[in-house]
């Protein structure tokens, strides 16, 4: 089969080529699936970079996310589930499979069936930013009713963030950096965008609502003043990215504020939090709540293109054809 893959860390450019290799053959509890679309996230690059490098058994095949068919199954997993449309999440985890491929092999609860009504782009997107916005809104119990803020709602996990919490019953606020994306965050449901670099951002945000129950963040150390000025006993700040460098707490106003931090890093999500995500986020595809954002399509011999633009901070959806 043709897959991408790279062999050390290094930059695109330099590790990742295609190659044709063997296909992988479905181990026990293991499907295959013929890749249609795979999804890139910002932490494919930074494996394969170095940044926060995984080790590579052989060579690695990048990219957990992705949309196909279910043309396999290993020993102990229904036969009937071939020929299932899936959308697959976590695949490059602890696996050299990722699924910049014609053909992934994963663990049959990491192939999820895909609404049929969904698109492959949608399916091929799902994956790593869905289960994350997930993680940051339900690890501390449901939205039902609550006030949500989120941070960078033009973001993938962004996105999805707005859209499951809008799903799932929540009144949401997004904060963006400028038109374009107030436009996405707009479309993907959230009842107020605001530009976090207006010096009222707090201001606009309590008129929505004067606490805030959950703040969904990727820059915590960029955001905390305008986070704690939304926050109360009731508020969970939920981080799920690392900024350049690690910001200083400011313990005294967090804990005027009685605000609870919370961390999280999908590779050590349990996995039933995992299992609980993948249903409710289907759940909510079946529903047509979720949306694709708009997408930038590259062929798999432009695998270096693709990481480059992810790692450029493309607004959209960086999808790869195998
Ligand atoms: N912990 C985990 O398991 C996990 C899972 C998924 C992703 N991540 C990490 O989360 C980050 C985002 O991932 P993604 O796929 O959503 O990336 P993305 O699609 O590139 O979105 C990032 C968004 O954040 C916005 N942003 C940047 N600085 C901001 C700030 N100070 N305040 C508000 N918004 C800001 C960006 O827009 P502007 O720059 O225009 O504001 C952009 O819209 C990456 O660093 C990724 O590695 C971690």
């Given at each position: 089969m043709k897959a991408a893959l790279y062999d050390r860390h290094g930059a695109a450019a330099d590790v990742l080529r295609v190659a044709d290799i063997d296909r992988p053959e479905p181990g026990p509890g293991q499907v295959r699936v013929r890749i249609e679309l795979s999804g890139v996230n910002p932490t494919d690059w930074k494996s394969r970079g170095g940044t926060t490098p995984r080790p590579i058994d052989g060579f690695q095949i990048p990219h957990h996310d992705g949309v196909g068919v279910i043309d396999a199954a290993g020993a102990g997993v229904d036969t009937g589930r071939v020929g299932q449309r899936v959308w697959l999440w976590m695949a490059a985890g602890g696996s050299k499979w990722g699924t910049a491929a014609e053909w992934s092999v994963v663990p049959a609860r990491q192939a999820v069936p895909l609404p049929e009504s969904a698109s492959a782009e949608l399916g091929a997107a799902l994956g790593v930013p869905a289960m994350t916005a997930h993680r940051a809104l339900f690890a501390d119990g449901p939205v039902n009713g609550k006030n949500?803020?989120?941070?960078?709602?033009?973001?993938?996990?962004?996105?999805?963030?707005?859209?499951?919490?809008?799903?799932?019953?929540?009144?949401?606020?997004?904060?963006?950096?400028?038109?374009?994306?107030?436009?996405?965050?707009?479309?993907?449901?959230?009842?107020?965008?605001?530009?976090?670099?207006?010096?009222?951002?707090?201001?606009?945000?309590?008129?929505?609502?004067?606490?805030?129950?959950?703040?969904?963040?990727?820059?915590?150390?960029?955001?905390?003043?305008?986070?704690?000025?939304?926050?109360?006993?009731?508020?969970?700040?939920?981080?799920?990215?690392?900024?350049?460098?690690?910001?200083?707490?400011?313990?005294?106003?967090?804990?005027?504020?009685?605000?609870?931090?919370?961390?999280?890093?999908?590779?050590?999500?349990?996995?039933?939090?995992?299992?609980q995500a993948a249903a409710d986020i289907t759940r909510a595809v079946e529903a047509h709540a979720l949306t694709a954002l708009p997408v930038i399509r590259f062929p798999l011999d432009q695998i270096a293109a693709a990481h480059e633009a992810v790692e450029a901070g493309a607004v959209g959806k960086v999808l790869v054809v195998p």
């Open positions: 949500v803020l989120v941070a960078g709602g033009a973001g993938a996990v962004g996105h999805f963030a707005i859209e499951l919490a809008k799903f799932y019953g929540a009144r949401v606020a997004a904060t963006v950096s400028g038109p374009r994306k107030a436009e996405l965050a707009a479309q993907a449901g959230a009842d107020l965008v605001v530009n976090y670099r207006d010096a009222d951002a707090a201001d606009q945000i309590k008129a929505l609502a004067p606490r805030m129950d959950r703040i969904v963040e990727l820059a915590l150390g960029a955001n905390l003043d305008l986070d704690l000025a939304l926050s109360g006993p009731q508020t969970h700040i939920v981080d799920y990215a690392a900024e350049a460098s690690d910001p200083v707490l400011p313990v005294r106003k967090c804990m005027n504020a009685n605000v609870t931090l919370r961390f999280i890093l999908l590779y050590g999500v349990p996995a039933e939090a995992l299992d």
